[in-house]
């Protein structure tokens, strides 16, 4: 019987999260981002960006900080909703408690997604960035949660911030859907 009740117990277990398909719509980007989790090297940073995507926390979060040659910023699910007061996203993250880093070797090349964090290195929570180019610089001291399989070529298109610090003004791109594939 326990045997029995282990295996039922595995199946009712849900898939592990392999990745993130995102539907981003907007005045620069339309279309879809694919993104594998690294949840061999990240793997409390990767559930956490998949449990959010199943509760719908990221629908509707916009591109808040993009930066050409850089990066393009977003998962404010706090202040980072369409309709919300814009002046208030990238300051927030979600109800859940901050993750403690999980840094790797890799390096931050063109596609690699990333944690946002403020100073404090165990301080990243709902908030990710991906590479519009290498910035080396990064590595060793954010954690790599991913990589973009599929549409850098929306990623490249994602409209660019021109304030303070890449910060977007008008009508930032959103990510309309966002679901974990298994």
């Known amino acids: 019987m326990r045997k029995l009740a282990f295996v039922l117990a595995l199946l009712a277990t849900p898939a592990a999260a392999t990745g993130l ?4 719509e907007g005045e620069g980007a339309n279309g879809t981002i694919v993104i594998d989790l690294a949840d061999d090297t990240a793997p409390q940073h990767a559930a956490r960006l998949a449990d959010l995507a199943r509760e719908g926390a990221y629908d509707g979060v916009v591109f808040h900080r993009v930066i050409e040659g850089f990066m393009a910023q977003t998962g404010d699910v706090q202040y980072g909703k369409v309709g919300g007061d ?13 993750l403690p880093a999980e840094f790797s070797d890799a390096p931050f090349d063109r596609g690699v997604v990333g944690m946002a964090r403020a100073q404090d290195p165990n301080s990243a929570n709902s908030q990710f ?3 519009f180019a290498p910035g080396h610089f990064l590595n060793g001291q954010y954690t790599i949660v991913g990589h973009v399989t599929e549409g850098m070529e929306i990623v490249d298109q994602i409209k660019r911030g021109k304030g303070r610090n890449g910060e977007v003004y008008g009508q930032p791109d959103v990510m309309k859907t966002v679901t974990v594939t298994e």
């Open 21 to 24: 398909r995102i539907e981003v």
């Open 129 to 131: 960035f991906i590479m």
């Open 86 to 98: 814009m002046r208030m996203a990238g300051r927030g993250g979600s109800e859940k408690p901050d």
